[in-house]
T-cell receptor
Framework: DTGVSQNPRHKITKRGQNVTFRCDPI?????LYWYRQTLGQGPEFLTY????????KSRLLSDRFSAERPKGSFSTLEIQRTEQGDSAMYLC??????????FGDGTRLSIL | DAKTTQPNSMESNEEEPVHLPCNHS???????IHWYRQLPSQGPEYVIH???SNVNNRMASLAIAEDRKSSTLILHRATLRDAAVYYC????????????FGKGTLLTVNP
């Protein structure tokens, strides 16, 4: 069990640029989740995949955000035209059906 | 999602037991009680979960009140590595996504 892997661990970018994060879930897990966490707050749900199908998106996920999970394996989260308010820790988690979620250590995004 | 209420912070001494409370007065019959913790600079980590009966695992014990309106996470012997934010979360039975985190309880462990 190599755990959930997220890359990069840190990303610094200028406002208006596009960024993409990658999540590699635990290999046999068919469910994958994205969360966002700002300083002093608990993580907030963004979206959820079962295999390659994106089954739910939070209202937090504006049209500048897009997530994919091709072939039901790794997932990417892209943010277009980044804004100051996008600065946060982006967390990925994976699980088997009805089992607890396993989280990666996140990608910290800083917008200059 | 039903809400939970936890103290903002708690303090404990190393090698002593810690009881972390959680109130969930609006819990429904199908809600499971989950606990996760988050160490500094890491993602959340699953600790334990239960429905009605008390549960034990290698990390902790979960004591659930008879009316299910409250629960307590018990760390039997706190270590410095247990210093973390502990989240109590209600998760609907059959719902396999969307954990709703509050602010949790920041546990400080003194050597």
């Amino acid at each position: 069990d190599t755990g959930v892997s997220q890359n990069p661990r840190h990303k610094i970018t200028k406002r208006g640029q596009n960024v993409t994060f990658r999540c590699d879930p635990i290999s046999e897990h068919n469910r994958l989740y994205w969360y966002r966490q700002t300083l002093g707050q608990g993580p907030e749900f963004l979206t959820y995949f079962q295999n390659e199908a994106q089954l739910e998106k939070s209202r937090l996920l504006s049209d500048r955000f897009s997530a994919e999970r091709p072939k039901g394996s790794f997932s990417t989260l892209e943010i277009q035209r980044t804004e100051q308010g996008d600065s946060a820790m982006y967390l990925c988690a994976s699980s088997l059906q009805y089992q607890p979620q396993h989280f990666g250590d996140g990608t910290r995004l800083s917008i200059l | 999602d039903a809400k939970t209420t936890q103290p903002n912070s708690m303090e404990s001494n190393e090698e002593e037991p810690v009881h972390l409370p959680c109130n969930h007065s609006t819990i429904s019959g199908t809600d499971y009680i989950h606990w996760y913790r988050q160490l500094p600079s890491q993602g959340p980590e699953y600790v334990i979960h239960g429905l009605t009966s008390n549960v034990n695992n290698r990390m902790a014990s979960l004591a659930i009140a008879e009316d299910r309106k409250s629960s307590t996470l018990i760390l039997h012997r706190a270590t410095l590595r247990d210093a973390a934010v502990y989240y109590c979360i209600l998760r609907q039975g059959g719902s396999n996504y969307k954990l709703t985190f509050g602010k949790g309880t920041l546990l400080t462990v003194n050597p």
